[in-house]
C-alpha cells in the first residue's frame, strides 16, 4: 500500500510541474520510478529504499502493474474507431511496416561497429545484429496509448491510423523477436512462424468469430449494465491476454484487440469505461510506469564511451523510426503536416 502511494502521488506531483513545460503525464510517472528508483533513491539513501521496495514487494507490484495494463489497453481499444480507417487501411500498413524497416536496418548498420564493445563474449554478429534491429523497431504501445488519450485524438482519423499502427507494428515487432531469439539459440525459423501463424488466427478468430458474438449480445445488454454482463467482459479480457501471451505478442495486445471488437451499440462500451476508467488510469498505470523506471539503473552508464554509445543508439532509433514513419506516411497520402506528429507519436 506504501508502494503504491508513493508512485501515484511522486508521479502526480511530477506531472504537475511538467504539464507546465507541455509534456504527457506519462513522462512523469517513469520519472517518478526513476527518482524513486536505484538511480536516485537508491544511491542517495539505500536502506530507504530498500525498506520502501523490498524486493519480495517488487514482485507484487509488477503483477499489478501489468494488470492494469492490460485493463488500459482495453480501453485505448474501447475508444479505438475502425470506422475512421474506411479506406485507409493501406497507410496504416504502409507506415507501420516503413517505422519497423527503416530502424531495423539502421540499428543493423550500426551494430557492426558496436559487437566488439557490447556483444558478450561468444555471441556472434548476426544473432547481435538482429537483436540491436528488433531492439530500434520496437514501438512503445502503451506509452502511446497514454499519450493519444491524453492529448483527447484517440477519436480523430490521425489517431486512429497512429493507433493501428502501433498495433501492427507490435505484432509484427514480436514477431520478429521470435525469430531473433529463434536464431540465436539455433532453432531454424520454425518457431517464429508458428508465432506469426498463431497471431494471424487469433486477430481472425476475434474479428470473425468473438465480434459477431459479442455485437449479437448487445442489444440485451443496452438497457444498462448488469454486474453478469461486467464479469463476463472481464473473464473475456482476462482469456484474450492470456491467449496473447501464451502465443508470444504480449497480453496487451489481447486486450486492446478485445476492446475493439466490442459492440458500440446501446451504450454498453460507455458504461464499461465510466465504471473502470478513473482508477485504472489514476491508480493502476501509473504503476506499469513507474515499475519501469524503478527498474532502471542509470548508474550502469559509468564512463563517457557508455553515455557516447548510448546517445548514438538513441539517435539512430529517432532518426529511423522519425524519418522512416514520416517519410512513409508522406508518401501514401498523409500532408507533412499530419505526417510529422503521427511520426513522433
Do not use: N, Y
Amino acid at each position: 500500500m506504501i508502494q503504491i502511494a508513493a508512485v501515484v502521488v511522486t508521479g502526480r506531483l511530477l506531472g504537475r510541474a511538467l504539464r507546465a513545460l507541455g509534456q504527457p503525464s506519462v513522462i512523469a510517472e517513469v520519472l517518478a520510478g526513476i527518482l524513486l528508483g536505484p538511480s536516485l533513491f537508491g544511491l542517495v539513501w539505500p536502506e530507504g529504499m530498500a525498506a520502501l521496495f523490498p524486493a519480495e514487494g517488487m514482485a507484487v507490484l509488477s503483477l499489478i502493474s501489468q494488470l492494469g495494463l492490460v485493463f488500459f489497453m482495453f480501453l485505448v481499444g474501447l475508444e479505438f474507431d475502425p470506422g475512421l480507417l474506411q479506406g485507409r487501411g493501406h497507410q496504416s500498413v504502409v507506415i507501420s511496416h516503413a517505422s519497423i524497416v527503416a530502424p531495423f536496418a539502421l540499428g543493423g548498420l550500426i551494430a557492426w561497429p558496436l559487437h566488439p564493445i557490447l556483444a558478450p563474449p561468444g555471441v556472434p554478429l548476426l544473432p547481435f545484429g538482429l537483436f540491436m534491429g528488433a531492439a530500434m523497431s520496437v514501438t512503445a504501445f502503451p506509452v502511446l496509448a497514454r499519450i493519444l488519450a491524453e492529448r483527447g485524438v484517440l477519436r480523430t482519423r490521425l489517431g486512429a491510423i497512429t493507433l493501428s499502427c502501433a498495433a501492427v507494428d507490435d505484432v509484427t515487432a514480436w514477431c520478429i523477436l521470435a525469430f531473433v531469439v529463434s536464431v540465436a539459440r539455433a532453432e531454424g525459423v520454425a518457431p517464429a512462424l508458428v508465432t506469426t501463424g498463431l497471431s494471424l488466427a487469433f486477430i481472425a478468430v476475434m474479428i470473425g468469430v468473438v465480434r459477431p458474438a459479442l455485437r449479437r449480445l448487445g442489444p440485451r445488454q443496452g438497457q444498462g449494465v448488469s454486474v453478469d454482463a461486467v464479469v463476463v467482459t472481464f473473464l473475456l479480457l482476462l482469456m484474450s491476454a492470456t491467449a496473447t501471451e501464451w502465443i508470444g505478442i504480449h497480453a496487451l495486445f489481447g486486450a486492446f484487440l478485445l476492446g475493439a471488437v466490442m459492440p458500440r451499440g446501446g451504450g454498453f462500451t460507455q458504461a464499461i469505461t465510466e465504471k473502470i476508467e478513473d482508477f485504472v488510469t489514476i491508480i493502476l498505470l501509473p504503476l506499469f510506469f513507474a515499475f519501469s523506471g524503478l527498474r532502471t539503473r542509470i548508474g550502469l552508464l559509468a564512463t563517457p564511451q557508455d553515455w557516447l554509445i548510448c546517445g548514438l543508439i538513441v539517435l539512430v532509433a529517432c532518426l529511423g523510426k522519425f524519418g522512416g514513419s514520416a517519410l512513409a506516411a508522406r508518401a501514401v497520402g498523409l500532408s507533412w503536416r499530419e505526417a510529422g506528429p503521427s511520426a513522433s507519436l
